[in-house]
C-alpha cells in the first residue's frame, strides 16, 4: 500500500520527526494537533476556541487526503485542565455531535507549549460501509 505523509509545518516537525497525518490505504492517522497557526498559539487561555481551531485544522488535513470528519472513528483529547471539559465538549459535540466517534479526554501535566490547552489526534478509515 502506498504510505502518503502530509508534513505538519510547525516548528517542531523536524526535530521531532512526524508528519500532520500519514494516510496508508483506506486509514488516515492525524497526529496531535495544537492550535498554532504560523507558530502562534491561537486562542490563548480559551479551551474553547483551541478545540474549534484544532478541530477544523483536522478537517482541512483530512480533506487534503480525500477525506472527511464523517469518516472519523476515533478522537483522543489531550487537556492540561480537566475541569475545563466542557468548553472543550462543546467545541467537539459541534465537529461530531452526528458522527459521534469513539473518544478519550485525558488531563496531562502539559503540553509542549504552556499556552497549548488542548491537543487532538484522530483516526479516520474512508469508505467505510
Do not use: C
Not at 488516515?28 to 492550535?35: D, K
Not at 488535513?61 to 475545563?84: H, K, Q
Request: charged share 25%; no cysteine; proline share 2%.
Amino acid at each position: 500500500m502506498k504510505r502518503v505523509n502530509i508534513p505538519a509545518e510547525t516548528i517542531w516537525e523536524d526535530e521531532v520527526g512526524y508528519s500532520r497525518a500519514v494516510k496508508i490505504g483506506n486509514v488516515i492517522e492525524v497526529s496531535g494537533t495544537a492550535a498554532v497557526d504560523n507558530n502562534q498559539i491561537v486562542g490563548k487561555e480559551n479551551a474553547y476556541e483551541q478545540t474549534k481551531f484544532i478541530l477544523e485544522k483536522i478537517k482541512k488535513t483530512l480533506e487534503s487526503l480525500g477525506s472527511g470528519m464523517n469518516d472519523v472513528v476515533r478522537t483522543r483529547i489531550y487537556v492540561t485542565d480537566i475541569s475545563r471539559w466542557a468548553e472543550i465538549g462543546k467545541a467537539h459535540g459541534e465537529f461530531f455531535n452526528n458522527i459521534k466517534p469513539a473518544t478519550s479526554m485525558v488531563e496531562v501535566k502539559s503540553l509542549i507549549d504552556p499556552h497549548m490547552l488542548v491537543e487532538i489526534e484522530a483516526t479516520a478509515v474512508i469508505n467505510i460501509d
